[in-house]
């Protein structure tokens, strides 16, 4: 999978720290379902696992989203309320939930596992149906990330959540960019389906963005601790130079603030002080170098942030049941036997 980076381009301060950790994290977006209903219809959309195993050859986690441009709709989850929708809104499941969305009473739904390689295989032509009332039209994709990822930034989601996009110009810009390039990708043109990819990783991000800007004052976890000023530096410095031989006392100075009032406020957040918050994400970051890249065990250990590579080596071991070199070849086997399947 490829590397997007293209968040950067959307975040400014005081929201780097979602920059610094993208900047790590392997995501793949992708448009499957173009789609035009006419009132009364409803879908049942699988749990994103059933998708994952039509999309890559490793294991990853697949986060599903809607994007409405056209008429309403409602979405709901298993004996979750219904949730209505306006055009302009995106309904997202961070942990791939399966759901069921319409408009109007159909009679039964349309069960898209069942169809599911079907659409999958047919492109982004326009899938039409329903009974001929009011047009809705959606456009339906899917992010592929490292399950890491879901350890990170979307623990703290909620499994279901909608963002309006039309309230400023980044987002209307955004959602005619993605119905011009579908419209061209019906027709075949040349490279618009790797663009439209790319596309919905920029909605995706734009999407954590514009929640992080809503979230509640009183609200916790990582998402909200990249919003707050002293903490999302600190967490931007951390992931920006994870190698760094940093101390309490150095953070705090580089942040602005000090060491109580960043040690507070970062476990209110984090629910952990910073340096043990910079040895996971180590760990981390050592795993995904190890799947990732040719460097040695070493070499993996000092980009990150490990003095030798015994130390490494134990410390890994501690957190991933086995040692680097092992986690490297399962990781290689795994993805082998994937693509053989």
């Not at 709709?73 to 004996?79: I, M, P, R, S, T």
């Not at 951390?238 to 040690?263: C, F, K, M, N, Q």
């Not at 984090?270 to 918050?277: C, D, F, H, M, V």
């Not at 990150?304 to 399962?330: C, H, I, L, M, T």
């Amino acid at each position: 999978m490829s590397c997007s980076r293209g968040g950067k381009i959307w975040l400014i301060a005081p929201l780097d720290a979602l920059s610094e950790v993208l900047k790590f994290v392997t995501l793949k977006g992708a448009l499957f379902y173009n789609a035009e209903f006419s009132a009364p219809w409803s879908v049942r959309s699988p749990a994103s696992a059933s998708i994952a195993a039509h999309l890559c050859a490793e294991a990853a986690h697949v986060i599903i989203y809607h994007l409405v441009t056209e008429g309403g709709a409602w979405v709901q989850l298993k004996n979750g309320p219904r949730v209505n929708l306006r055009a302009g809104d995106i309904v997202m499941f961070p942990h791939g939930h399966p759901h069921l969305m319409g408009s109007g009473t159909p009679s039964a739904p349309v069960d898209n596992e069942r169809e599911l390689e079907r659409i999958l295989s047919q492109g982004l032509e326009v899938i039409r149906m329903g009974g001929g009332g009011q047009i809705t039209k959606l456009v339906c994709g899917y992010m592929v990330c490292e399950p890491r990822i879901n350890d990170l930034l979307l623990s703290g989601l909620p499994s279901l959540l909608t963002i309006h996009i039309r309230d400023d110009p980044t987002g209307v810009w955004l959602e005619d960019s993605i119905r011009f390039f579908m419209a061209h990708a019906a027709s075949s043109a040349a490279g618009a389906e790797a663009v439209l990819g790319r596309l919905s990783e920029v909605l995706f991000i734009e999407t954590l963005r514009r929640y992080i800007a809503l979230l509640p004052t009183a609200e916790t976890g990582w998402l909200a601790g990249a919003r707050d000023p002293e903490v999302g530096k600190a967490l931007a410095l951390l992931h920006r130079e994870p190698a760094r031989h940093w101390t309490i006392a150095d953070l705090a100075a580089s942040a602005g603030v000090s060491r109580a009032v960043l040690a507070e406020r970062f476990r209110h957040y984090l629910g952990e002080p910073p340096i043990t918050y910079l040895r996971r994400w180590r760990l981390n970051l050592g795993a995904r170098l190890l799947t990732t890249t040719s460097h040695s065990v070493a070499q993996v250990a000092a980009l990150s942030g490990y003095d030798s590579e015994a130390a490494f080596n134990r410390a890994f071991k501690g957190s991933f049941g086995v040692p680097p070199a092992r986690f490297r070849r399962d990781s290689r086997s795994k993805r082998t036997a994937g693509a053989s399947t």
